[in-house]
């Protein structure tokens, strides 16, 4: 299955400003995932991210807080905008199981504190 | 819209006991598939299975087992003999559509399993 290199791993952020988070895939991928895990609680999907189009976002999202690049196969950004400590979160992209291997593999998270 | 169900928020169990991690799901798709993951305190999501929904075949692998039966929407994991380093938070999953047109992960809460020496 494909291998995730997911950085920073985390950070601690003034309110305010942005954090952009990385994510590179070993192999070429059709689709990535962004997913948010708030504290204690369960993933959940924030866009998603196909190369050469603009990524498509879930409800209750939006890209002026959340905008994703996706410059090719292997790689693709997500920046958290004027964050607030309500974005304390653990940030996790994933890739689409049909190119990526059998199940959706998971990046190790990008732990973000916000004061 | 698609949603899991895992009714046990922690489980404390003592080494070499067994467990059963309960999941229930809600579709409306025929087809669908179900996943188990593993989120040790680190924080990385660990693939633990993937099943088709029309497989209904249960899964041994080492001493983890899957139970999944349709008639009940049920898709529960058993952890045999627990170790220590079974603590972990473990969330099953169901996929459906996404907005971008590929499947999406829809996951329950989590149960927070500790295995105690």
């Known amino acids: 299955s494909a291998v995730i290199s997911q950085k920073p791993s985390r950070d601690i952020c003034q309110r305010g400003t942005s954090l952009t988070i990385q994510c590179q895939v070993d192999?070429?991928?059709?689709?990535m995932f962004w997913y948010r895990q708030q504290p204690g609680q369960s993933l959940t999907l924030i866009a998603t991210?196909?190369?050469?189009?603009?990524?498509?976002?879930e409800s209750g999202f939006v890209i002026d807080k959340f905008p994703i690049s996706r410059p090719n196969l292997t790689f693709s950004t997500l920046t958290v905008s004027n964050m607030s400590p309500e974005d304390s979160s653990i940030y996790l992209c994933?890739?689409?199981?049909?190119?990526?291997?059998?199940?959706?593999?998971f990046g190790s998270g990008t732990r973000l504190t916000v004061v | 819209a698609q949603k899991v169900t895992q009714a046990q928020t922690e489980i404390s169990v003592v080494e070499k006991e067994d467990v059963t991690l309960d999941c229930v799901y809600e579709?409306?798709?025929?087809?669908?598939?179900l996943f188990w993951y593993k989120q040790p305190p680190s924080g990385e999501l660990v693939f633990l299975i993937r099943r088709n929904s029309f497989d209904e075949q249960n899964e041994i692998s080492g001493r983890y087992s899957w139970n999944f039966q349709k008639s009940t929407s049920s898709f529960n994991f058993t952890i045999t003999a627990s170790q220590v380093v079974d603590s972990a938070v473990y969330f099953c999953?169901?996929?459906?559509?996404?907005?971008?047109?590929?499947?999406?992960?829809?996951f329950g809460k989590g149960t927070k399993l500790t295995v105690n020496p």
């Open positions: 994933s890739v689409d199981p049909r190119t990526g291997g059998y199940g959706y593999t």
């Open positions: 192999s070429q991928v059709t689709m």
């Open positions: 999953a169901l996929s459906e559509a996404s907005q971008g047109g590929s499947e999406k992960l829809v």
């Open positions: 579709t409306r798709d025929t087809t669908y598939y």
């Open positions: 991210a196909n190369q050469g189009s603009e990524a498509t976002y």
